[in-house]
């Protein structure tokens, strides 16, 4: 049974133990390299957010030694009660199944007068180094002795390693087989349930079978060499593994991969076959590659700021779509950890001023955008409080005095652009849409949306280009997907508040534009100019060609068209079928063709056209 501890509570618990002399509060006694995922290595137990015993305790000489665990925290701490003076208690943390482990964490021994201690607490397991762990608790009363090793098994819902392959639900091989001397080694896939197993064929006695787990995308697999390992029995000629799961909710690692690896009974020398993650939907197995690159201490993905709010946006508009609550924690997350001041080079080349604001103005808005999805799938309304923060601050830069109006792309007032003012007309329809009895945001986006249809942003095509001159006219500049997203999101959205036909026709222009103008697409796949022969996008470009998804399936929504639903079916069939590699990693070009590059940024703007292609 668990007991969930209130943090002020618990200080109080801990207080009052120490003062009556039956518990000593702990001090770190040795270092070691430090874990940080929710919480770093060293927090103290009363912040804990959550007391579980998932091991039996131990008893030494008459002391009673515990494992403690916070699920919640993933991390774990240790006791030892009914002692001594110089009795001691620590925690053992291995990287390897138990093979070697960080010795003495967070030593304490109980001093004069005292019957007890306690651990600080430490992470169970190291999300940003890609490494799942195993704790026990130790205790030296005179004599040493440990607890058992907690979670030596890998569990996902209800399935966990060890499991029978007669239970799974489906059996893929996702990859091809490899052979040697004759044997046939192959892996097996529950895509489903996202369990693996292996079988070696055309063998003999003593032949094996065994698979590895790897947490970085086979880079490395410590804590999953030589799983289920099995020999062939005398008198067969096949067997296979028991199954194991390749995502640890609980441990905060997902996109687990898994290889199937075989030897020959009188030869040492091994053979494998390719890494392989499981996709249970395509748009799923998206979404936990990408969460595989998630910076789980700091919040976010690393090194790229406004990529890090539209790779929020697809996770919500993913989980939205599919009904899964994986991710929710990420969501709290990203806001905690990424709402304060981070000086220039801590999140982005500027500084961060807090609420998310920097001198980038769309940067900032991108945020926005971010918080009103957050709030539409949470109903919390801190996040729409943010986004009416981070809007209000981008209003601040609406200047009638250049061009009539239009807000300024940074904080110089250097460029009024297309990307900034997309922004901002969708931004206060979206406010106008969830706060109850305004006017004043709805005033301001049939304002912001009178100026853009009026700036000549778009096209006499139909197609929206980077921006104006500095004499207020289209300046000719590269038609980017993103910025053709935006608008037609805009317009449909404030067709949705308005009723007004020319907004709904706006936005249909735009995207009739899109789909049939080569700027855009090319044998029906959606294509950014830098996709074209050699050239690559760089990490800004990367993520464009999900945002423009995410708008057209609004519109497609909105109008019930057959031929957007089907535009948006063709990008996600050519992702799969030609962009994708045994990883689920996501390219860069949704066509396939090389030269093509794969990130969390490509990931996250596949994920928006995988979703959006899926019927809820």
Avoid at 75 to 99: C, F, H, N, Q
Wanted: aromatic share 10%.
């Amino acid at each position: 049974m668990s007991a969930r501890i209130h943090p002020v509570i618990g200080g109080l618990l801990a207080l009052l133990l120490a003062l009556t002399g039956l518990v000593a509060l702990p001090t770190p006694s040795r270092a070691a390299t430090s874990v940080c995922a929710l919480a770093c290595d060293t927090l103290d137990p009363s912040k804990a957010r959550q007391d579980t015993f998932p091991v039996p305790s131990k008893n030494i000489n008459g002391r009673t030694l515990r494992l403690h665990v916070s699920d919640p925290d993933s991390m774990a701490w240790a006791s030892i009660d009914g002692g001594v003076s110089g009795d001691s208690v620590w925690l053992d943390r291995s990287w390897d199944r138990g093979a070697g482990w960080e010795p003495l964490l967070g030593k304490a021994s109980i001093p004069s007068t005292w019957t007890g201690t306690r651990t600080l607490m430490y992470n169970i397991t190291d999300p940003v180094g890609h490494r799942r762990g195993w704790m026990r608790a130790c205790g030296d009363a005179a004599g040493v002795s440990c607890t058992d090793w907690v979670y030596p098994k890998v569990c996902d819902g209800t399935s966990c390693d060890g499991a029978d392959p007669a239970t799974a639900a489906g059996d893929a091989t996702p990859v091809p087989s490899t052979t040697l001397y004759g044997r046939t080694i192959s892996l097996h896939v529950d895509q489903q349930g996202g369990m693996a197993w292996g079988v070696i064929a055309n063998g003999g006695a003593g032949d094996e079978i065994w698979l590895d787990r790897s947490w970085d995308g086979g880079a490395s697999w410590p804590e999953g060499s030589s799983l289920g390992r099995t020999s062939v029995p005398s008198g067969a000629a096949s067997t296979r593994t028991a199954m194991f799961a390749t995502r640890d909710p609980r441990g905060l690692l997902y996109g687990g991969a898994v290889r199937a690896c075989g030897r020959e009974s009188s030869h040492q020398e091994g053979s494998c076959t390719a890494w392989v993650r499981p996709a249970p939907t395509r748009a799923r197995a998206a979404a936990d590659a990408l969460m595989a690159s998630y910076q789980t201490n700091e919040g976010w993905w690393q090194s790229s700021w406004w990529n890090s709010a539209a790779s929020l946006t697809a996770l919500i508009d993913f989980a939205k779509r599919s009904g899964r609550h994986d991710y929710d924690w990420a969501i709290d997350r990203t806001f905690e950890q990424n709402r304060g001041v981070f000086p220039a080079g801590g999140r982005s080349s500027d500084p961060i001023e807090g609420h998310f604001i920097s001198r980038a103005i769309d940067d900032a808005a991108w945020w926005a955008v971010a918080w009103v999805a957050a709030y539409d799938y949470t109903g919390e309304r801190r996040y729409l409080d943010e986004a009416v923060t981070i809007t209000d601050y981008v209003r601040q830069y609406w200047d009638t005095g250049t061009c009539g109006g239009g807000v300024w792309w940074n904080r110089e007032r250097t460029y009024k652009n297309a990307v900034t003012n997309g922004l901002y007309l969708w931004l206060a329809t979206a406010l106008h849409q969830r706060i109850a009895g305004d006017t004043q945001w709805g005033a301001r986006a049939t304002t912001a949306a009178d100026w853009y249809l009026g700036s000549g942003l778009i096209n006499s095509s139909g197609l929206v280009n980077d921006g104006l001159t500095s004499g207020c006219a289209n300046n000719g500049q590269t038609v980017w997907s993103y910025n053709q997203g935006l608008a037609i999101g805009a317009f449909t959205q404030l067709w949705r508040s308005t009723g007004t036909a020319r907004y709904l026709d706006t936005a249909k222009r735009l995207a009739d534009a899109a789909l049939s103008s080569t700027a855009l697409t090319r044998d029906g796949v959606l294509t950014e100019s830098c996709d074209v022969g050699s050239g690559s996008c760089d990490d800004n470009q990367k993520q464009f060609k999900g945002i423009f998804i995410r708008h057209l399936a609004d519109l497609a929504g909105a109008t019930g068209s057959a031929t957007y639903q089907a535009y948006i079916s063709r990008q996600a069939d050519s992702i799969w079928s030609t962009d994708r590699d045994s990883l689920d990693r996501l390219g860069e070009r949704w066509s396939g063709t090389s030269p093509n590059v794969s990130d969390w940024r490509t990931q996250a703007s596949a994920l928006e056209a995988l979703t959006a292609a899926e019927r809820p």
